[in-house]
């Protein structure tokens, strides 16, 4: 069993940074996939990255490329995301999940363990 605990969202202006993170529990979290989703009000939850076991790999959702960082530390069993240049648009609850999704790294159910979820609020 793997627990998920997300930290570090908050209240931002556009234009601003955040750095969020994910710790893990477990003994297996450096063979676990690790990816961020976020869900927006009356929106349905999609991917915003994933980064592979060793962090060698990772895939961003077009609407963050550039903008969004992916890295995991696995001595610290921790995942980040570090946003910048954020945008009102960019409002959500930001969840980590944990799994071994392959191809489907960008579905839900792709994923077996998932967080409690840290919100984003950005203002304009």
């Known amino acids: 069993q793997v627990q998920l605990v997300e930290s570090g969202g908050g209240l931002v202006q556009a234009g601003g940074s955040l750095r969020l993170s994910c710790a893990a529990s477990?003994?297996?979290?450096?063979?676990?996939?690790m990816g961020w989703f976020r869900q927006a009000p009356g929106k349905e939850r999609e991917f915003v990255a994933v980064i592979s076991t060793n962090g060698g790999r990772t895939v961003y959702a077009d609407s963050v490329k550039g903008r969004f960082t992916i890295s995991r530390d696995n001595a610290k069993n921790t995942v980040y995301l570090q946003i910048d240049s954020l945008r009102p648009e960019d409002t959500a609850v930001y969840y980590c999940?944990?799994?071994?999704?392959?191809?489907?790294?960008?579905?839900?159910?792709?994923?077996?363990?998932w967080g409690q979820g840290t919100q984003v609020t950005v203002s304009s």
């Open positions: 999940a944990a799994g071994n999704p392959g191809g489907q790294y960008y579905r839900r159910n792709a994923y077996n363990y």
């Open positions: 477990g003994r297996f979290f450096s063979s676990l996939t």
